[in-house]
């Protein structure tokens, strides 16, 4: 089956791909703003919960298209878009279903496909050039490492039973900006194709791509290593707005 596109699809599969792009580029939007604002502050709460919300819907309508694709890696992708984003806001604020059951399955969910991920590079790594399904053997272990990392630390969250301080801020950063490099890696890189060529940018359309990893690093270097969190409003709010709610994660 060749890849669905908006151009050659209608109906159903048509609405599921416009209404697909639109949440992605509101998410891609959103958090975007979220990222670059005072964290804690009334704009990076709403594009926060903007982000959240629309990148859920994408991630869900993107497994869809891509089981109807016959497309399991996608189907796969967009369940961890849907894990990283919800785990990530669950974080700091409650969500619906939010709860110590459903941080155990989410966990199992995680390592699951970790254990998964690392069997497909193995496989493309047998392959000639290294490369299954178009995906290359570095890029899937990159990926299994990535989920397994966050597996481990819903363990470590659920053991503990929640999270304060710079740990908890730390978890709710990482996971956003990854979830958000999902989107632009999606958004820049995987549909560079359909970019008019005239305008097609190769450089910059990879740097936009992976932007938000080196900002997920800065947050690390700063929160985790040097724990330096003056200026950063959520850090004081969330241990008095949600102190009573760190055990659900």
């Known amino acids: 089956m060749e890849k669905l596109t908006i151009a050659t699809s209608s109906g159903p599969i048509w609405l599921a791909l ?7 580029l509101i998410a891609l939007i959103a958090g975007t703003i979220a990222l670059f604002v005072a964290k804690g502050g009334k704009l990076h709460k709403k594009s926060g919960m903007v982000f959240t919300v629309a990148m859920i819907f994408a ?4 497994s869809v298209i891509a089981a109807y ?26 969500l619906p279903g939010s709860g110590r059951m459903l941080d155990v399955v989410l966990m ?21 050039g290294h490369v299954l399904n178009g995906v290359p053997a570095a890029m899937r272990f990159f990926m299994a490492t990535i989920v397994l990392l966050a597996a481990v630390g819903d363990a470590r969250m659920i053991r503990a039973g929640g999270l304060r301080g710079a740990r908890r801020l730390a978890r709710h ?3 956003m900006c990854f979830g958000l490099f999902i989107a632009t ?14 305008i097609r940018f190769v450089p910059l359309m990879f740097a936009l791509g992976i932007a938000p990893l080196p900002i997920l690093l800065y947050w690390m270097w700063r929160i985790r290593l040097r724990r330096r969190l003056t200026g950063i409003t959520v850090a004081s709010q969330s ?6 709610s760190d055990a659900s994660g």
């Open 108 to 128: 199992i969910l995680a390592f699951a496909i970790a254990a998964a991920s690392y069997w497909g590079g193995v496989v493309a790594w047998s392959k000639p």
């Open 59 to 62: 991630g869900i309508l993107a």
């Open 18 to 24: 416009v209404s697909h792009f639109g949440s992605a």
């Open 239 to 244: 241990v008095s707005e949600h102190g009573r």
């Open 185 to 198: 890696g999606s958004f820049f890189i995987g549909q560079m194709k359909f970019v008019p060529a005239p």
């Open 173 to 175: 950063l990482w996971r």
């Open 69 to 94: 694709e016959s497309n399991i890696g996608s189907v796969v992708g967009g369940i961890l878009v849907v894990y990283f984003v919800y785990t990530a806001t669950s974080t700091v604020r409650p």
